[in-house]
């Protein structure tokens, strides 16, 4: 299980001044659930998620991890977390196989165990016929297949998924779907972070909205519809963040 209380995260900027990227989030993940953190570019989403895994310290409140704070115990929770990020690099020297095998050894996995997971997830993910392949020689969509590999060689209870359609054409977005899929079955908690909100519907089970750092509203789809009486998360999102005068500026302005 994933718990978020009240996590705050400021930063100093020359001249004295302070900026609130992360205001005081508050949210659970039970096991089994795919949790959308959604909003656009600059919302908070990532660096809720560095505070999560240990990365940044929060200036207040604290993220835990199957029973771990992550400020306290940043390495128990790295070892119960999967991350899957747009902007995660591989080795580009190494095959796909050394690859997976060197990470599955950075987090302890026994050999014999390793290589049985990795040739179930290659056939989960299609990705048989690139293990003998350098990273290097990998197109992007097939790099991204690696990565989620990578992101569960060492079987972790807990997923972070950081706009993993980022770069991707459609069938490489529908692999991460049936991934997100996987995972929901094998009972993992799942966080899902996208600006894409249409897509963020068909991935996820509950929805935390962010804006400014902000956490706006927490609920399931039929949850938010019924609180805000639209149909789709692009029209709650723009209804909940987007003051009146501006969309009465638009219409004037057409």
């Known amino acids: 299980m994933i718990q978020v209380e009240g996590l705050t995260r400021r930063f100093s900027l020359p001249g004295g001044r302070e900026v ?9 993940v039970p096991a089994g659930e795919v949790f959308g953190l959604l909003g656009p570019n600059g919302a908070g989403k990532t660096t809720t998620l560095r505070m999560l895994l240990g990365l940044l310290r929060p200036s207040a409140g604290r993220a835990t991890i199957g029973g771990f704070t992550s400020a306290e115990h940043p390495d128990e929770v790295k070892r119960r977390v999967g991350l899957v990020s747009a902007n995660a690099g591989l080795y ?19 050999l014999l165990q390793a ?7 290659a056939a989960l993910l299609g990705i048989d ?12 969509g097939q790099k991204q297949r690696v990565n989620l ?27 991460v779907a049936e ?4 995972l929901r079955q094998q009972g ?31 609920g399931t789809l039929d949850e938010l519809r019924a609180d805000t009486g639209c149909t789709g998360l692009v029209e ?3 209804q909940l963040v987007r003051p009146p005068r501006a969309l009465h500026d638009d219409r004037v302005a057409r």
């Open 115 to 121: 290589r049985q997971e990795l040739g179930r997830l």
């Open 20 to 28: 609130v990227a992360v205001d005081d989030v508050s949210f659970t």
């Open 188 to 218: 993992k908690a799942v966080i899902l972070t996208t600006h894409r909100l249409d897509e963020a519907e068909r991935l996820c089970d509950r929805f935390g909205l962010l804006h400014k750092g902000k956490l706006v509203t927490v």
């Open 179 to 182: 991934f997100v899929g996987h």
């Open 149 to 175: 590999a990578r992101a569960l060689i060492h079987q972790p209870p807990v997923l972070l998924l950081d706009e993993p359609t980022h770069g991707l054409d459609v069938l490489g977005s529908q692999v």
């Open 129 to 140: 016929d690139l293990l003998e392949r350098r990273c290097s020689t990998l197109s992007t």
């Open 92 to 110: 580009p020297q190494l095959s796909v196989r050394e690859m997976l095998l060197f990470f599955a050894d950075l987090y302890a996995v026994p």
């Open 236 to 238: 709650m999102f723009l």
